[in-house]
């Protein structure tokens, strides 16, 4: 009689946690994790999943339009959570990518395997320096990287065998043409401020969020952190009108990357 009462509380426990789940509505995702209206279009599907009614903290879950688990990570007060973990998933439900977050930074190894779970890459953090290794899917060494203070000072490449041979990064972020410094020259040339931003005195930070392709063109481009209307299509923009880039690679193959770009207007 005390097993049975037992279950019956643990039953109840479990209704009460369910019914206190607050799923949101669901969007429809394209090849770039671009919001789209149409489901034909969508190639995965996102909701977020929040513990309490009051939507204070949850996990965002991904799925490939077909079902499978593509991705989820924890957020609190819509930011991400201080503790957690992000996790990707392979269409054959094989664990891809996993990273540890604590107080909205990465923290400890950040791992990634083949679909058949193979270990394909390991970056260890260890403060400071890091270092990075990455594996053929027969699970030979393939690469090792050291970093200081985020940069590479070191790497190495190896063949199947582990013969040395030419080296070349396990990726390399998108390049505006001639580098940051011009960059930042080409958006003091072309941005205007806006007269009536102006006169009301908007200053900050506009946060943007697009796609280098891999052939070097912006698409896609978001507003992930608004200041002023008029500032926020200003720099919408002068980002749509920027030169083709230098592509970013994995692997050495071109590949597209999505890039975040702060523009800060100041009176």
């Known amino acids: 009689m005390i097993r049975l009462i037992h279950i019956l509380f643990i039953c109840i ?11 949101t509505d669901s969007l429809y995702l394209d090849e770039n ?25 949850g996990i965002v879950k991904t799925f490939y339009i077909t079902g499978e688990k593509y991705s989820e990570y924890p957020i609190q007060n819509k930011t991400l ?31 990634e395997w083949y679909d058949n779970g193979q270990l394909y890459y390991i970056y260890k953090d260890h403060g400071s320096q890091a270092e990075a290794l990455t594996f053929y899917p027969n699970g030979a060494r393939k690469r090792v990287e050291n970093f200081e203070v985020g940069k590479p000072v070191q790497g190495r490449c190896f063949t199947q065998t582990g013969q040395d041979t030419t080296f070349y990064p396990h990726e390399q972020v998108p390049i505006f043409p001639g580098g940051l410094e011009n960059l930042y020259k080409y958006l003091s040339k072309n941005i205007k401020y806006p007269k009536a931003a102006y006169k009301q005195k908007a200053q900050g930070n506009v946060i943007l969020q697009f796609i280098v392709t891999k052939t070097g063109q912006i698409k896609n481009i978001e507003v992930v952190k608004p200041l002023h209307p008029d500032l926020d299509n200003e720099s919408v923009r002068v980002t749509a009108s920027m030169p083709i880039w230098k592509p970013g690679t994995i692997e050495g193959i071109p590949a597209n990357v999505r890039y975040t770009l702060p523009i800060r207007f100041k009176l």
Not at 13 to 23: E, R
Not at 84 to 110: A, P, S, T
């Open 13 to 23: 426990g479990l209704s009460s946690l369910v019914q206190a789940q607050v799923l």
């Open 33 to 57: 994790f671009v919001k789209t209206p149409s489901k034909s279009r969508a190639e995965y599907l996102r909701y977020t999943v929040f513990n309490t009614p009051a939507e204070e903290e």
């Open 81 to 111: 959570k201080a503790t957690g973990y992000n996790r990707q998933w392979h269409k054959n439900g094989q664990l891809k990518c996993e990273q540890q977050i604590e107080n909205n930074l990465q923290v400890g190894d950040l791992k």
